[in-house]
């Protein structure tokens, strides 16, 4: 090492590069002090007062007594109920695919009017669909047909 130039500029600056690292490593050491050591807190039991003199089983209560709360209403709300059997649970398929079908069919029927015949109607009298007759009028109607049956027998 003797021999090549520059080495002892190498172990100067090597040296100096080490004198920095250790004064960054002393700053960080911590000295030991003299107090004595933070006291640890209580551990959390049911009975430690959590706020406004409550204990902590009080709260708990408290808040699972208001999720159930919640829960229920919205249950009883949307009639959520889960099925217990595999038998519910097939008639409540069924039902629904009755209803389906059901409504699909309700669909393809025509209005009442159009498929209903008034007994005594003339099929060759056709009335205007927007005319409605009264339970009076039929009655009048009635009368009348049957005073010219009469006249027509004697």
């Known amino acids: 090492m003797a021999g090549q130039p520059g080495a002892g500029t190498l172990w100067v600056l090597g040296g100096a590069a080490l004198g920095v690292c250790l004064a960054g490593v002393a700053g960080q050491l911590v000295e030991p002090s003299t107090a004595p050591p933070k006291p640890k807190p209580p551990p959390l039991t049911k009975e430690t007062v959590v706020f406004w003199d409550m204990r902590l089983w009080h709260v708990v209560g408290i808040f699972s007594l208001f999720v159930l709360s919640i829960i229920i209403t919205l249950c009883c709300v949307f ?19 009755a209803a389906k079908m059901y409504t699909d069919k309700l669909e393809t029927v025509p209005p009442l009017n159009e498929l209903t015949e008034v007994p005594g109607e003339d099929k060759k009298k056709k009335k205007k669909k ?10 009048e109607e009635d009368e009348k047909n049957e005073a010219k049956k009469k006249k027509g027998e004697k």
């Not at 009639?79 to 695919?97: D, G, H, S, W």
């Open 79 to 97: 009639n959520c109920r889960v099925p217990r059997t595999r038998k519910e649970i097939e008639a409540r398929y069924l039902q629904r695919k």
């Open 130 to 139: 927007d005319s409605v007759d009264t339970v009076a009028i039929k009655v």
